[in-house]
């Protein structure tokens, strides 16, 4: 029993937990998705807008997710796994396609594509764990989970307006609130999240890379406003603010991941009490990427003058969520507040932003972009302070 299908589809213990080139790839359909969605809020900056990218972005997440927890789960290097990691790619191409237009006449190749790769996926892994009851069974809550929101989906497609938005709100809601508590199925129970069902480094990679992505899809827009724009001054500034904006969010992500997963014993930490969280905290993060982009975006070509209060919103509102996903991340891993980054929400909310309301669209990215520095600085400088006081010696 144990010599067929089990081995051969799950990832085995002592196996490489590093993402493989295949799952790299994947990742870089997610450039072109982030930067749909980045653009289709830059068309409708308002908070219809604002709600509809929230719920694709969700959808896509969700698709990422499920992705990363198939390549943990099963053996990525198998043709099978491999094959449907390719179709799930493909799906999600189309995805990225109908998002501008997922809300308007294209909602239906949106939806199609989103359920396609479920059952793709579901197809793969329910007959694969045939032997293996408890691991199936994993799988047929999954899909049973689908077969509830396919009804909102499905029928929000058949509507228009508000009522797609009420109805794929609700949907998208249950997609990722299902798995949070488990998809807990009639007859089979639910999944406990915290028993054996990831790795660990692999997951945690997988994580790192998907943030990685988001920041490319941000140096992406910004190179491509600055290429339309006929690189006036103002426009060059705010593609160099832009592109310091995505080093600053790149050091205050790594520098802070090196320092609380160092410790072996805090990635056994991670792997067993928070799966789904990780992802959650890391999907606020990837937010505030893109909203960072959809700000720079407008900014590029509107640098100067009076400066919308949507757009200030939008400026500010991108470091806010990243800083918000960190803090949720660091609670999450370590179990404690990560205060520094609290209060530079706090001054973003309340002290740049009635300050920006009188400012230039380009003066906000960069009173932002100080927040951000004073933040890492002072974050390295506690670090190393904590450093030299661990060394030193009892007295």
Do not use: K
């Not at 900056?45 to 509809?52: E, W």
């Not at 990525?76 to 449907?84: K, S």
């Not at 228009?160 to 009420?166: I, K």
């Not at 507040?337 to 960069?366: D, M, Y």
């Amino acid at each position: 029993m144990t010599s067929a299908p089990l081995p051969r589809i799950l990832r085995r213990r002592g196996e490489p937990e590093y993402p493989t080139f295949l799952e790299l790839f994947f990742d870089l359909v997610y450039i072109f998705m982030f930067s749909r969605l980045a653009a289709s809020l830059a068309e409708n900056l308002t908070v219809r807008g604002a709600a509809q990218t929230a719920v694709l972005l969700l959808a896509a997440w969700w698709v990422w997710v499920l992705t990363a927890w198939l390549t943990d789960l099963f053996n990525p290097r198998l043709p099978i796994i491999q094959a449907t990691t390719l179709l799930v790619m493909l799906g999600t191409l189309l995805m990225a396609i109908a998002t501008p237009y997922a809300f308007g006449r294209y909602g239906w190749l949106f939806v199609a594509a989103y359920f396609g790769i479920h059952l793709v996926r579901d197809a793969v892994l329910i007959p694969g764990t045939r032997v293996n009851r408890p691991i199936q069974a994993r799988s047929i809550r999954v899909f049973f989970w689908f077969g509830v929101t396919v009804t909102p989906w499905v029928a929000g497609v058949f509507v228009d307006g508000t009522a797609r938005l009420v109805l794929w709100s609700l949907a998208v809601a249950v997609d990722l609130g299902s798995a949070r508590i488990g998809w807990p199925t009639p007859r089979l129970g639910r999944t406990e999240l915290a028993s054996q069902i990831f790795t660990g480094v692999h997951l945690s990679e997988r994580h790192r890379a998907i943030f990685i992505v988001a920041l490319g899809e941000l140096i992406l827009s910004t190179g491509m406003g600055l290429a339309g724009s006929g690189f006036t001054a103002g426009a060059v500034a705010t593609g160099a603010v832009a592109f310091v904006s995505a080093v600053l969010l790149f050091q205050l992500y790594f520098q802070r991941v090196q320092r609380i997963l160092a410790p072996p014993s805090v990635a056994t930490v991670e792997r067993v009490r928070s799966g789904t969280s990780t992802s959650y905290s890391h999907l606020v993060m990837v937010a505030g990427v893109v909203l960072v982009s959809t700000s720079t975006s407008l900014v590029i070509h509107r640098p100067f003058g009076h400066a919308p209060v949507e757009l200030m919103v939008a400026t500010l509102g991108g470091p806010v969520l990243f800083l918000l996903g960190s803090v949720l991340f660091d609670a999450v891993v370590t179990g404690r507040t990560l205060w520094s980054r609290v209060l530079a929400i706090v001054v973003l909310c309340a002290l740049v932003a009635p300050a920006t309301l009188l400012l230039p669209p380009l003066a906000g990215l960069v009173l932002a972009n100080l927040v951000l520095l004073i933040t890492l600085v002072g974050e390295g400088l506690a670090a190393r302070r904590h450093l030299v006081e661990a060394a030193a010696p009892s007295p």
